[in-house]
């Protein structure tokens, strides 16, 4: 192509689109909008990294089964419950049916409720651990999630194993009504067991842990540990702003709820699965697999 051919065509005409998928700009979502520091990473360093922006540690969103990698030795496990999956009981519809919405949350993570339950081992130590998926409707509690963190809990105090659950959640979910209400009571409830056989609970909080997952289990741990920055909080800003008041700059993020006595440890995330070897070694030094 001669050179009149070109200014004809434009001198970037055959520039190659880059695929989906290879950038990840630093950056949060959501109320975490504000931080991260701009710059754009290659997405596959960044999950390297577990999700840790090298530049200004900013903590982004991991997926759930990502935990499970992460703090489970060689990154292998075996998942509960997984028969059990959300449903419509209500047959609740507002824009959309709840019915189709479960389906396409189903097809976008490929399980079927927004708690995935499982065990492995962590240092050679059998661990029961389960995390909140946030990409299925918000990681919102309802009455599958519910029932799969009893399950685990269950499992876990048979053996006499830790437990470790990871939370990331909106809430309780609008679309259950009073059904997934009642989860914040059964699941505490089975905690209140737990404690009660000796066991330890470690709650990790990450970003977001709001609503009715904050005023249930994800506070009841013996050990609560959350990472920087994290969102935790019962209620979200619109209600907030209803009650014209001025709040503390930060009081919902994990180091204002550390000093404040909520929390017990803020933990970078490359550094989680060394901090609950070393609380499960002290917490369960008897369990075996």
Known sequence: MGWFDKWKTGLGAGKKPVPDGVWEKCEGKGADSHLGCGRTLYRKDLAANSWVCPSCDFHHRMAARDYFTLLLDNGEYETLAEN???ADPLKFKADKRYADQIKSY??????????????GTID????ALGAMDFDFAGGSLGSAEGERIRRL?????????????????GGARMQEASLSLMQMAKTSARLAEFSEAGLPYISLLTSPTTGGVT????????VIIA???????FAGA???????????????RSEFLLAHGFVDRVV???????????????????AVA
């Open 227 to 233: 990472e920087p920055k994290a969102l935790i909080g």
């Open 238 to 252: 619109r209600v907030r702003d209803t009650i014209k008041e001025e709040l503390p700059e930060g009081f919902q």
């Open 106 to 119: 189903a097809k976008k993570t490929n399980t079927t409720a927004a708690f995935i339950a499982g065990y």
């Open 153 to 169: 809990i269950d499992f876990a105090q048979d053996r006499r194993w830790p437990l470790v659950i990871i939370s990331k959640s």
């Open 268 to 286: 970078d995330r490359r550094n989680l699965r060394d901090e609950i070897c070393r609380l499960t070694r002290v917490l369960a030094p008897a």
């Open 124 to 127: 050679g130590r059998p661990l």
């Open 215 to 222: 005023a249930s289990f994800a506070m009841l741990g013996d």
């Open 84 to 86: 059990v999956a959300s």
